[in-house]
C-alpha cells in the first residue's frame, strides 16, 4: 500500500468518525503526494474535492483558491461537484466582501447531489456558514427582527427563533417579534502541530531525494 492510501485510509477513518479537525493536514499531505511524488496513486476526486470542502467550512477562502489553481485543468473540466465547490467559493468570496447573497450560497449547497463521502462536508460547511453569519448578527446587533435573521440562515421564522434559543442561548420575545442575540466567544485559531510538521518535512526530504535520483 503507497503512502497516498495509507493516507486516504486514515481521512475515510476520520470522516466517517467525525473527526473533521484532522481533515485539512491529512488533505494536504495528499494532495503533495499525488501531485509531486505518488501521481496516479489514488483517484483524484477523493481528494481535491474533499480537501476543497475542508477549507470552505473552516473559512480559508486564501486556500481555497490556492488549491484551485494547483488542480489540473482537465480534471476540473469533467468533475462537477468540483464545479459546484469552485461555485461556491466565488460566492463565499462575494460574501465576505459584502455583495454576496447567502441564498445563491445554498441554493448551490442544496442543488447538487453530493457523493457519500462528501455529504458530510456539505451538511458541516452549511453549518459553519450558518454560524458565522448568526456571529456576524450578533456582533452588530443588540436586538433584531426574526425575520432578518430568519433569512439570513434560510429558514422559517419559527424554526429559527426556536433553533436560535436552543442552540445559541439568544432570547426571542415572541410579542414584538424581536430576538436578543448572545455575543459570540473568541474562535481558535488553527495552527499546525509539531506532529504535523515533522510528517511534511518528511514528505519533503523524500521528494528532494527522488529529485536528486532522477
Given at each position: ?25 491529512l488533505?494536504e ?38 488549491l ?5 485543468e482537465?480534471?476540473?473540466?469533467q ?46 460547511l ?45 432570547r426571542y420575545?415572541?410579542?414584538t417579534g ?34 536528486e535520483?532522477?
Open positions: 500500500m503507497t503512502q497516498a492510501q495509507q493516507l486516504l485510509e486514515q481521512a475515510d477513518a476520520s470522516l466517517k468518525a467525525g473527526r473533521y479537525q484532522e481533515l485539512i493536514p488533505y499531505q495528499l494532495e503533495f503526494l499525488i501531485s509531486a511524488i505518488e501521481i496516479d496513486a489514488v483517484p483524484l476526486n477523493t481528494v481535491y474535492e474533499p480537501l476543497l470542502a475542508s477549507y470552505l467550512v473552516t473559512h480559508d477562502l486564501y486556500s481555497a483558491r490556492s484551485v489553481h494547483r488542480i489540473p482537465e480534471y476540473r473540466a468533475a462537477p461537484q468540483l464545479a459546484t465547490l469552485i461555485q461556491v467559493l466565488e460566492k463565499m468570496r462575494q460574501w465576505e466582501r459584502q455583495n454576496g447573497n447567502l441564498k445563491d450560497i445554498y441554493a448551490l449547497l442544496h442543488q447538487s447531489r453530493w457523493n457519500s463521502s462528501l455529504a458530510p462536508l456539505i451538511a458541516l452549511q453549518d459553519s456558514i450558518q454560524d458565522r453569519e448568526l456571529d456576524l448578527l450578533a456582533k452588530a446587533y443588540t436586538s433584531l427582527p426574526v425575520q432578518l435573521a430568519a433569512s439570513r440562515i434560510s429558514l422559517d421564522e419559527n424554526t429559527a427563533a426556536e433553533q436560535l434559543v436552543a442552540t445559541r442561548g439568544w420575545d415572541a410579542s424581536l430576538l436578543y442575540p448572545k455575543a459570540p466567544g473568541p474562535t481558535p485559531n488553527r495552527s499546525v502541530g509539531l506532529q504535523e510538521f515533522g510528517q511534511l518535512a518528511d514528505i519533503v526530504a523524500h521528494l528532494e531525494v527522488k529529485q535520483s532522477s
